[in-house]
């Protein structure tokens, strides 16, 4: 099993990997495919949007998203500011180009359709992309699921992962193609390696070192750059529920208490919380932020490294880039075997996930032992089973903006209680994430990014 680091992190626009990143990804995908195939010049384009993606589709924007990716953007160089422009020309043009010259009719408000019906089988995230001719009789049609992290597969691919056996699949050609965390402890053991030396490994088959080093300072530098506008910026977050941006104020008051030896200890805690809520203002303001690893969870890794760098002694840039190899090794681990879906686990898969990896990459950047760093994972991954997601209005804000601060706490208390030990633990975290995917498996489609359970429907809008 192999999934690069920067498979698991992606730059890209909020608010939401799978209903934002994804759909967009998924536009793309099918224009290729429309351009390649054999086509009148005539016809018009339709999405229909199935199980999550309809219902929470409006909060989370994804005909939006839908709509810029059929005008050719992505999600990882859409500048944020041109958004509403590119809508706005996509709705007065009415049509769509492909590469091949072909023109398709395309109306946003009647072309995104919404179904509230049944999900499609496959997962809870599906769209359906097809070319109608003038008698509305289907030229080309594809059927994409977008499984979280800004990852997609068609209806066929998505078949095959599911039906496959995950230990039959052929290893990838790298040194440590470790499946659970098990195979990557016992690897670890056997060649001396850390966890992040491993993963350095099988990144640098395909780049170089200075290569893999730049790429992970492009990394962070996004999260840092979305974490410093969200901390300046002030005002209401869209979306009707009148969300008030907090953390730049936050951010003012503990600058204004710096050297005042009055304040409570506790208040390391209040720093940790406004650098993951800042991150995820911005994603739910629609901002550039990168899949950490889904946009619903992208402040926790942000706000723990910062945390790292701003009260952790020794910090450096190579502890940055240790703690993202190891975070990128966990969330490999857990979508493999799991998910990262808010839509297919619940939230346990998205801040559960992030808090998991952000534990284990606080831990190898403090100098924590293969055996340490996949405790910490499993500390902060148990802490999170069975937390739902239910987001009000369908929106990444209440209560996804706050919960990513306690994600980061919980990823920093987690590290912490992992160095304290030797690695030894009753609980394994292979076994952990299998009783997340159970968890998930078991919990009312309600609690699954649905906004019809929980406190979606218990919270009055106003």
């Not at 050609?173 to 470790?178: A, E, N, S």
């Not at 490294?305 to 002694?313: E, G, P, S, T, V």
């Not at 703690?323 to 879906?341: C, D, Q, R, V, W």
């Not at 055996?371 to 089973?385: F, M, R, S």
């Amino acid at each position: 099993m192999f999934l690069s680091v920067f498979d698991i992190f992606k730059i890209g626009i909020g608010p939401s990997s799978s209903h934002t990143v994804g759909p967009m990804v998924a536009a793309a995908r099918f224009l290729r495919m429309a351009a390649a195939a054999s086509l009148p010049h005539t016809g018009r384009l339709t999405v229909t949007l199935h199980g999550s993606l309809a219902f929470t589709g409006k909060g989370h924007g994804t005909d939006r998203a839908v709509i810029l990716g059929l005008a050719g953007e992505r999600p990882d160089s859409m500048d944020p500011d041109r958004v509403d422009s590119v809508l706005q020309a996509m709705a007065e043009k009415g049509r769509i180009e492909l590469g091949n010259g072909h023109r398709l009719g395309f109306t946003p408000a009647r072309d995104v359709i919404f179904d509230y019906g049944p999900a499609l089988k496959g997962h809870a995230n599906g769209m359906v992309f097809r070319i109608l001719d003038d008698d509305n009789n289907t030229l080309l049609s594809e059927t994409y699921f977008s499984i979280g992290g800004g990852f997609v597969q068609t209806e066929a691919e998505r078949m095959a992962s599911i039906s496959a056996d995950k230990a039959a699949v052929p290893l990838p050609d790298v040194p440590y193609p470790f499946r659970t965390a098990n195979e990557m402890l016992a690897m670890g053991r056997s060649s001396g390696l850390s966890i992040a030396a491993m993963k350095r490994a099988n990144e640098t088959v395909s780049q170089s070192d200075d290569e893999l080093d730049a790429n992970l300072d492009r990394i962070w530098a996004a999260m840092r750059d979305c974490m410093n506008r969200g901390l300046s910026l002030s005002g209401t977050l869209p979306g009707g529920l009148k969300v008030k941006r907090r953390a730049a104020e936050i951010h003012r008051q503990l600058k204004d208490e710096q050297g005042n030896n009055a304040i409570q200890p506790h208040r390391i805690m209040d720093w940790l919380s406004v650098y993951a809520m800042s991150v995820n203002e911005e994603n739910a303001a629609g901002g550039r932020v990168v899949t950490a690893p889904t946009n619903g969870a992208a402040g926790v890794i942000p706000a723990t490294i910062r945390y790292y760098l701003d009260h952790c002694l020794g910090a450096d840039a190579p502890g940055i880039r240790t703690f993202l190899l190891a975070a990128a090794a966990i969330g490999g681990l857990i979508k493999h075997n799991a998910s990262i879906s808010g839509a297919e686990v619940g939230c346990q898969g998205e801040v559960g996930s992030a808090s998991a990896m952000a534990a284990a990459g606080l831990c190898a950047a403090l100098g924590g032992s293969n055996e340490q760093v996949e405790n910490a994972a499993e500390i902060a991954l148990e802490h999170h089973l069975g937390m739902t997601c239910d987001p009000v209005g369908g929106l990444v804000q209440v209560p996804c903006i706050e919960r990513n601060a306690f994600g980061a706490v919980k990823a920093v208390t987690a590290a912490s209680l992992a160095l304290r030990g030797d690695g030894t633990h009753l609980v394994p975290l292979d076994t952990c994430v299998e009783t997340m995917r159970q968890t998930g498996l078991d919990m009312s489609e309600r609690y699954k990014e649905t906004s019809t359970g929980g406190l979606a429907v218990n919270v009055v809008e106003c």
